[in-house]
């Protein structure tokens, strides 16, 4: 079945610098893309949604400048953490929702030391 | 007052057990609803699907939706090791933005 690839599934950065997470879905268009944002043991926070054709909407509370979200294209999305802290070591996702399905990408652990 | 309540666990239970997920929410409106098990260092995967309110069986999974209460269930029969994961809850209003519960953890030992 359809599948939603996201690279890396771990990495880790030194303080002040940006990494970049992209996702792929592999056979079929998603119309519409959300990141969120897991820490340890707290439920999956939303941090941006992004539709076809627009720029991504960012939930209250997340620096848009410091999460770069692009929407290349209908089967890819990438978000870069910009000037990385400590703080923003978590677990990042994304999913993509097509017209008739939706996914997860597999997740990236970010460390930042 | 949290949009989506889950009791983190962990929740621990022998091989066979019947095994009881619940959450509860604020918002009314919200119309859909789902359970995803999402293994350690992995995405969430989608377990089960509900619109509105009523229940929804798949396999050994149920899922019970009581929109009057703003409760919503997952049964677990017959546990299997297997099925250890952290198990979250989600519902949204119109199929597109989600709202996440905390996650349970479920050990089921064998």
């Known amino acids: 079945g359809a599948v939603v690839s996201q690279h890396p599934s771990r990495v880790i950065c030194k303080s002040g610098t940006s990494v970049k997470i992209e996702c792929r879905s592999l056979?079929?268009?998603?119309?519409?893309m959300f990141w969120y944002r897991q820490f340890p043991k707290k439920s999956l926070m939303l941090m941006a949604t992004s539709n076809e054709g627009s720029k991504a909407t960012y939930e209250q509370g997340v620096e848009k400048d410091k999460f770069l979200i692009n929407h290349a294209s209908l089967t890819l999305s990438t978000l870069t953490v910009t000037s990385a802290h400590p703080e923003d070591s978590s677990f990042y996702i994304c999913?993509?929702?097509?017209?008739?399905?939706?996914?997860f990408g597999q997740g990236t652990r970010l460390t930042v030391v | 007052q949290k949009e989506v309540e889950q009791d983190p666990g962990p929740l621990s239970v022998p091989e066979g057990a019947i095994v009881s997920l619940n959450c509860t929410y604020s918002?009314?409106?919200?119309?859909?609803f789902m359970w995803y098990r999402q293994y350690s260092r992995k995405g969430p995967e989608l377990l089960m699907y509900?619109?509105?309110?009523g229940n929804k069986e798949d396999g050994r999974f149920t899922a019970q939706v009581d929109k009057s209460s703003k409760y919503i269930s997952l049964f677990i029969r017959d546990s299997q090791p297997s099925d250890s994961a952290t198990y979250l809850c989600a519902m949204s209003l119109n199929n597109n933005d989600m709202r996440f519960g905390a996650g349970t953890r479920l050990t089921v030992k064998p």
């Open positions: 056979d079929f268009q998603a119309t519409t």
């Open positions: 918002n009314s409106a919200f119309q859909y």
């Open positions: 999913f993509f929702r097509g017209n008739t399905e939706a996914f």
């Open positions: 509900t619109y509105s309110s």
